[in-house]
């Protein structure tokens, strides 16, 4: 079981550039989500999913796009990158009901 | 509201003394509550949680509903316990979501 991976591990972007992070889970869970870490704010959601084809957002979504078109993935997209959205990027993922969630080793991602 | 609280943003100790991480809550029912550790550049991992009331890595930390708190402690700090921890708290009322609520992390630092 590789648990819960995350695509890629570091990139550098241009401010304007557009890319996706990739996060697959193997452990057939329902629930999944996306955080970025930043020092002094701790973690902080972006978006999630409850299940296969839906999203939601969560306490800072805007910057951001995402899809759950798999149950095992889910894709966090940046369409326009900002200085601002530097960060480590940590997806995760949980059963049914909730409770313990399971991590990513996490996106370090640069916007110059 | 629902909100987890960690007072402090840095801990600095000697090796060998005891250590409380701080974690107080709101919330207006009985959560579930957890912590999780974040070694150096690695993945978050769940340390512990409440309701199943063990010792990992000999840390242990108390659900006083009385006080709203879930302190972390540790009588003899390791160096190797240095890393970020971070106390949360599941809403069982939101367990449709599986949505976890993070404090702010605090950063142990165990000096030799």
């Known amino acids: 079981n590789a648990g819960v991976t995350q695509t890629p591990k570091f990139r550098v972007l241009k401010t304007g550039q557009s890319m996706t992070l990739l996060c697959a889970q193997d452990?057939?869970?329902?629930?999944m989500y996306w955080y970025r870490q930043d020092p002094g704010m701790g973690l902080r959601l972006i978006h999630y999913?409850?299940?296969?084809?839906?999203?939601a957002k969560g306490e800072v979504p805007d910057g951001y796009n995402v899809s759950r078109l798999k149950k095992q993935n889910f894709l966090l997209g940046l369409e326009s990158a900002a200085p601002s959205q530097t960060s480590v990027y940590f997806c995760?993922?949980?059963?049914?009901?909730?409770?313990?969630?399971?991590f990513g080793p996490g996106t370090r991602l640069t916007v110059l | 509201a629902q909100r987890v609280t960690q007072p402090e943003k840095l801990l600095s100790v000697f090796k060998g003394a005891p250590v409380e991480l701080k974690c107080n809550y709101s919330?207006?029912?009985?959560?579930?509550l957890f912590w999780y550790v974040q070694y150096s550049r690695q993945r978050l991992q769940l340390l512990l949680r409440?309701?199943s009331r063990e010792s990992i890595k000999g840390f242990t930390a108390d659900l006083n509903k009385g006080e709203t708190s879930f302190h972390l402690k540790k009588p003899f700090a390791q160096e190797e316990d240095s890393a970020m921890y971070y106390c949360?708290?599941?809403?069982?009322?939101?367990?449709?979501?599986?949505?976890?609520?993070f404090g702010q992390g605090t950063t142990l630092q165990v000096k030799p």
């Open positions: 999913s409850v299940g296969e084809g839906t999203t």
């Open positions: 409440h309701i």
């Open positions: 949360a708290l599941f809403p069982p009322r939101g367990g449709n979501t599986g949505k976890l609520i």
């Open positions: 452990m057939n869970h329902e629930y």
């Open positions: 919330y207006s029912g009985s959560p579930e």
């Open positions: 995760a993922s949980s059963y049914v009901g909730g409770g313990e969630q399971f």
